[in-house]
């Protein structure tokens, strides 16, 4: 879960120190990774790269075009949930 400031919408989406790499599918010696997210409230699955930059994660190519795409704001909470099927939702919760 992580409350989105100014720089997640722009730029990218920096996960939180607690978000477990290990949860996330595996990068395999890269720096980046292509993960598909269906974002429940566009009704939309879409391939996020995610990279490992200094061992902080981020969101970074596809991230920009949903969070605009749900108009998304600073102070809305995205959360992101491991399905068991092994595919990944995210669903967003309106500061306002």
């Known amino acids: 879960m992580k409350k989105l400031i100014s720089v997640d919408i722009e730029r990218h989406l920096e996960l939180p120190n607690d978000t477990r790499r290990e949860a996330l599918p595996p990068f ?52 992101l949930h491991r399905e068991d099927q092994g595919g990944y939702k995210m669903t967003v919760r309106s500061a306002s």
């Not at 200094?54 to 596809?62: D, E, H, I, N, V």
Request: aromatic share 6%; proline share 2%.
């Open 28 to 79: 395999q010696g890269a720096r980046e990774n292509v993960i598909p997210i269906m974002f429940e409230q566009a009704g939309m699955k879409v391939d996020v790269h995610c990279s490992c930059r200094s061992g902080r994660l981020a969101f970074t190519k596809g991230w920009i075009g949903i969070a605009r795409h749900l108009r998304l704001n600073a102070g809305d909470v995205v959360t």
